[in-house]
């Protein structure tokens, strides 16, 4: 299973290596990216027989979707609220989407 990582509430903007938040709608496949957005979508959906928790995330430039295996919920992780995710996004189905990303719950 994938290693699920979550960061302090306190700190909007870590710094690492990913470099500086995108537009979502800027995010390119196969890059390393961090973005900032609202959840507009939660669905529990099973992947090959697993679990998976596939999450929506929105800003004014478009929507990615988050999908973390093996769970069904994420504590925090609720409609309305927002995430930065950072990892690198595939494209799937003519849209980008994360496996098990970094996330940090913003206020």
């Keep these: 299973m994938g290693l699920l990582r979550r960061r302090a509430v306190g700190r909007p903007e ?3 290596s990913c470099g500086p938040t ?14 900032v957005g609202q959840v507009s979508r939660m669905r529990a959906r099973p992947t090959t027989g697993v679990p ?10 478009g929507s990615i979707v988050a999908v973390w295996t093996g769970r069904r919920e994420i504590g925090g992780v609720t ?3 927002r995430l930065l995710i950072e990892g690198v996004a595939l494209r799937r189905a003519g ?6 990303p970094a996330y940090t719950l913003l206020p």
């Design 14 to 16: 870590p710094d690492d």
């Design 22 to 35: 995108v537009a979502i709608g800027a995010a390119e496949a196969r890059m390393p990216v961090r973005v």
């Design 52 to 61: 998976a928790l596939a999450v929506t995330i929105s800003d004014d430039t």
């Design 79 to 81: 409609l309305g609220r």
């Design 95 to 100: 849209h980008l989407e994360f496996t098990n």
